[in-house]
């Protein structure tokens, strides 16, 4: 995974590929629906991806949701493709937990 900071247009081209997911300065950010128990064991499962990939999230977990933030703290704190890689596996992963996205 490249972690190279990306150009506002290699962003947006990023984003692009993975609906659901919006930039929040220099992170990435979103939502699933997902009640306590069921985010944990989603949480559970991407911690063990983010451990092999050698990039991780920040999680956020609440009674109803979860939502990951990403960016590269190798990279300055910037957006690579590492980035985009991760978001694209917690997607993957979420489908597999049959995870509904919300807006909360």
Do not use: N, Q, S
């Not at 989603?42 to 451990?51: S, T």
């Not at 990039?55 to 990279?75: C, E, G, P, S």
Request: proline residues 2%.
């Amino acid at each position: 995974m490249g972690k190279e900071p990306l150009t506002d247009g290699e962003i947006t081209e990023h984003l692009a590929a993975l609906p659901g997911w919006e930039r929040d300065g220099d992170t990435i950010t979103r939502t699933f629906g997902i009640r306590y128990h069921g985010g944990i064991a989603m949480i559970v499962h991407v911690a063990d991806v983010e451990r092999l990939i050698g990039h991780h999230a920040d999680i956020d977990l609440r009674w109803d949701h979860v939502r990951f933030t990403t960016t590269t703290h190798d990279a300055g704190h910037r957006l690579t493709a590492a980035d985009f890689d991760l978001a694209a596996c917690i997607d993957k992963i979420a489908a597999a937990h049959e995870v509904a996205i919300t807006g909360a």
